[in-house]
């Protein structure tokens, strides 16, 4: 076990965002976390993170407590993320933006920092476009090259918010291979996304939130069946 959330509840004025949601995530495991829109995902992730603070509850990082440490320092620890929108470096190439990240993690000389970016685009899609500004990169290579980055951290725990949406089959692909590489790597992958058909090939386990509490938790197959999930969120959908 490396994450563990405890009792974690967010307020936003009169609105229970989260309710006393706890779960345990494993070192190579890919956990899926499905709910229906407004379910309290992102906010969840925003809580491990801690771009957001909770009402109540606390995040523990292998045995280590996140929750009133500053984002920096949550990520310098291990956990790191991307968002719905990806989130660029405009003004530099490509392979500058993978220097931003591993010169966070190594005091390496630049020219070793150099070797390792590059090696981390070889055999995607972006492995001839190092010196390629990031603004003309299109929204599917956006997506690998975020992460990309944060894998740059090497992580302990990456948090993947909607990674798949708005991408090709092919590009979907991609990003999916990267998730398997990590992966073999022993990160544990935390994965939002709306298309529960990938998810269902690519995640261990499932955490389903529903209005902001925890209404179920298991392997695919169990989601698949269960009859508070089918009723929540999607009906017969999982059952194809």
């Known amino acids: 076990m490396i994450l563990r959330v405890e009792n974690v ?45 909770p009402a109540g509850g606390r995040v523990m990082l292998d045995g280590t407590a996140l929750t009133n440490l500053p984002m920096h320092r ?4 291990g956990v790191t993320r991307t968002f719905q929108t990806p989130v660029m470096f405009w003004g530099l190439t490509v392979r500058e933006s993978l220097l931003v990240a591993l010169h966070v993690r190594s005091r390496e000389g630049d020219d070793v920092l150099v070797q390792q970016a590059d090696a981390m685009l070889a055999g995607t899609t972006l492995e001839t476009k190092g010196d390629v500004p990031t603004e003309l990169l299109s929204f599917g290579e956006e997506r690998i090259l975020e992460i990309l980055r944060a894998l740059a951290l090497e992580p302990k725990v990456l948090m993947l918010d909607e990674p798949l949406s708005g991408l090709s089959d092919v590009e979907i692909e991609r990003v999916l291979t990267l998730v398997r590489s990590a992966r073999e790597r022993e990160v544990c ?14 995640a261990d386990r499932f955490v389903v939130l529903d209005h902001g509490r925890k209404i179920a938790e298991g392997s695919p197959d169990h989601i698949r069946t269960d009859p508070v999930v089918l009723d929540a969120y999607i009906g017969d959908e999982l059952l194809a």
């Open 189 to 202: 992958i935390l994965f939002v996304e709306h298309d529960l058909r990938r998810l269902l090939e690519a």
């Open 9 to 53: 509840s967010v307020r936003f004025g009169g609105l229970l965002a989260l309710e006393d949601v706890s779960f345990e995530a494993h070192s190579g495991e890919v956990l899926g976390v499905i709910g229906p829109n407004g379910a309290g995902k992102t906010t969840l992730f925003n809580v491990i993170s801690s771009l957001q603070r």
């Open 74 to 77: 949550v990520a310098a620890l």
